[in-house]
C-alpha cells in the first residue's frame, strides 16, 4: 500500500497522524518471525525463543480424512483433561527426559511439536514427525523446511533442565514426505548443536532411545508428547490398534495406530518400548473420521532407517 504525504494545508490530519504514529511507537514490540535472519546463529536462535515465544507457540498437528489427503496447519490451545493421556510425573529423570518440546518457525507462524533424543554416533540427533521440518508439498510444489528449530529435552512448565539444542546444519525428510505428502513418509530428523554449556545432547541426557526397525506391530508401546499447549509432559500407553485403512492404497508401509486421542503439539513424540530404551514409532496424525486413535509411520529400514543414515 502506498503512502501520501500529508499536504501542509490540513495541519489536523497531520497532528492526529503524528499523535497516533506516537501511540504505536509507546506499545511494547514483539519482533516478527520475518525481521529475524533467515540463517540464524544458533545464539540468534536461542535468543529468538524467548520464554514468553514459547508459551504463545502454537502446536502443529497433521490430519487426514477417508481419501488420503493430508493438512498440515496450527492447532488450539486445548484442555489436556479430554485426551487419552496422564502427566509424567518427573520429565527431568532419563528415559523421560529423551523426550522434549520442539520449537518451530514454520511458513513465518511460531509453532512446537514433540521430539526424542535418539542414540547415535554423533551424539547430537533429534527424531520427530516429518511435517514438523517440512510442510509437505504446496500446490504441486515441495514442500518448506522449518526454521529456528529449538529442542528442550524434559522441558517441564517453562524449565530447561538440560538446556535448549538448537538446529546444526539442516533438517531432514524423506521424498515420500517432502514431494508426495505421503503419511507413511511423514519422518523428520535433525543434528543438534551442543547446548550453551557446549555439552552435546546425548551426553547432556546420558543417553538416547535407540532406534529399532522392522520389528512385529504388536508391541506395546508408551507414547510420549506436548499436547494442546500443555507445557507439561504427558504419556500414553497402549497396544497395537492396526493398520489406518486409508494408507494401505499409498505407496510405502502403512501406518500404525494405537488408542491414544492425541491433541495437536504431539506431533512428533516418540514411541518407546522395552521400558523407554528403544523407539519404534512416533505420533504424526489424527484421522478426521476416527478421533479415537493415533497413527504414525512403521518404523523399516525403509523409511526411519533411510531417513536417520549417517547421523
Given at each position: 500500500m502506498r503512502g501520501h504525504p500529508i499536504s501542509p494545508r490540513r495541519p489536523v490530519a497531520a497532528v492526529i497522524a503524528l499523535a497516533l504514529a506516537l501511540v504505536v511507537l509507546a506499545l511494547p514490540a514483539r519482533p516478527a518471525a520475518a525481521a529475524w535472519p533467515s540463517s540464524p546463529t544458533p545464539r540468534q536462535v536461542e535468543r529468538f525463543w524467548t520464554p514468553q515465544r514459547m508459551a504463545a507457540a502454537r502446536p502443529l498437528e497433521m490430519t487426514v480424512d477417508r481419501g488420503g489427503h493430508t493438512d498440515v496447519h496450527l492447532g488450539a490451545h486445548q484442555a489436556a483433561a479430554r485426551a487419552s493421556y496422564s502427566v509424567v510425573a518427573s520429565p527431568e529423570v532419563p528415559?523421560?527426559?529423551?523426550?522434549?518440546?520442539?520449537?518451530?518457525?514454520?511458513?513465518?507462524?511460531?509453532?512446537?511439536?514433540?521430539?526424542?533424543?535418539?542414540?547415535?554416533?554423533?551424539?547430537?540427533?533429534?527424531?520427530?514427525?516429518?511435517?514438523c521440518v517440512n510442510t509437505g508439498p504446496e500446490k504441486g510444489h515441495g514442500g518448506i523446511w522449518s526454521e529456528y528449530l529449538e529442542f528442550v529435552p524434559g522441558f517441564n512448565l517453562g524449565s530447561a533442565p538440560y538446556g535448549s539444542f538448537v538446529l546444526s546444519g539442516r533438517p531432514r525428510a524423506l521424498p515420500g514426505w517432502t514431494r508426495d505428502?505421503?503419511?507413511?513418509?511423514?519422518?523428520?530428523a535433525f543434528l543438534v548443536e551442543p547446548n550453551a554449556a557446549g555439552v552435546r545432547l546425548e551426553d547432556a541426557l546420558g543417553g538416547g532411545a535407540?532406534?529399532?526397525?522392522?520389528?512385529?506391530?504388536?508391541?506395546?508401546?508408551?507414547?510420549?508428547?506436548?499436547?494442546?499447549?500443555?507445557?507439561?509432559?504427558?504419556?500414553?500407553?497402549?497396544?497395537?490398534?492396526g493398520q489406518d485403512p486409508v494408507t494401505i492404497t499409498l505407496p510405502g508401509p502403512p501406518t500404525v495406530g494405537i488408542r491414544c486421542h492425541w491433541a495437536p503439539g504431539a506431533s512428533g513424540g516418540g514411541w518407546l518400548i522395552d521400558g523407554g530404551q528403544e523407539i519404534d514409532g512416533l505420533t504424526t496424525y489424527l484421522r478426521t473420521d476416527e478421533k479415537s486413535l493415533s497413527f504414525g509411520p512403521y518404523f523399516s529400514a525403509t523409511t526411519v532407517g533411510r531417513l536417520v543414515a549417517g547421523l
Amino acid at each position: 500500500m502506498r503512502g501520501h504525504p500529508i499536504s501542509p494545508r490540513r495541519p489536523v490530519a497531520a497532528v492526529i497522524a503524528l499523535a497516533l504514529a506516537l501511540v504505536v511507537l509507546a506499545l511494547p514490540a514483539r519482533p516478527a518471525a520475518a525481521a529475524w535472519p533467515s540463517s540464524p546463529t544458533p545464539r540468534q536462535v536461542e535468543r529468538f525463543w524467548t520464554p514468553q515465544r514459547m508459551a504463545a507457540a502454537r502446536p502443529l498437528e497433521m490430519t487426514v480424512d477417508r481419501g488420503g489427503h493430508t493438512d498440515v496447519h496450527l492447532g488450539a490451545h486445548q484442555a489436556a483433561a479430554r485426551a487419552s493421556y496422564s502427566v509424567v510425573a518427573s520429565p527431568e529423570v532419563p528415559p523421560y527426559a529423551w523426550n522434549g518440546q520442539l520449537f518451530v518457525v514454520q511458513n513465518g507462524e511460531e509453532g512446537f511439536c514433540s521430539a526424542t533424543a535418539i542414540d547415535s554416533p554423533t551424539r547430537s540427533l533429534v527424531l520427530t514427525a516429518g511435517h514438523c521440518v517440512n510442510t509437505g508439498p504446496e500446490k504441486g510444489h515441495g514442500g518448506i523446511w522449518s526454521e529456528y528449530l529449538e529442542f528442550v529435552p524434559g522441558f517441564n512448565l517453562g524449565s530447561a533442565p538440560y538446556g535448549s539444542f538448537v538446529l546444526s546444519g539442516r533438517p531432514r525428510a524423506l521424498p515420500g514426505w517432502t514431494r508426495d505428502g505421503n503419511p507413511d513418509y511423514d519422518l523428520g530428523a535433525f543434528l543438534v548443536e551442543p547446548n550453551a554449556a557446549g555439552v552435546r545432547l546425548e551426553d547432556a541426557l546420558g543417553g538416547g532411545a535407540t532406534i529399532v526397525t522392522d520389528l512385529g506391530h504388536k508391541q506395546r508401546f508408551e507414547a510420549f508428547g506436548y499436547p494442546g499447549g500443555t507445557e507439561r509432559m504427558r504419556t500414553c500407553t497402549s497396544g497395537y490398534a492396526g493398520q489406518d485403512p486409508v494408507t494401505i492404497t499409498l505407496p510405502g508401509p502403512p501406518t500404525v495406530g494405537i488408542r491414544c486421542h492425541w491433541a495437536p503439539g504431539a506431533s512428533g513424540g516418540g514411541w518407546l518400548i522395552d521400558g523407554g530404551q528403544e523407539i519404534d514409532g512416533l505420533t504424526t496424525y489424527l484421522r478426521t473420521d476416527e478421533k479415537s486413535l493415533s497413527f504414525g509411520p512403521y518404523f523399516s529400514a525403509t523409511t526411519v532407517g533411510r531417513l536417520v543414515a549417517g547421523l
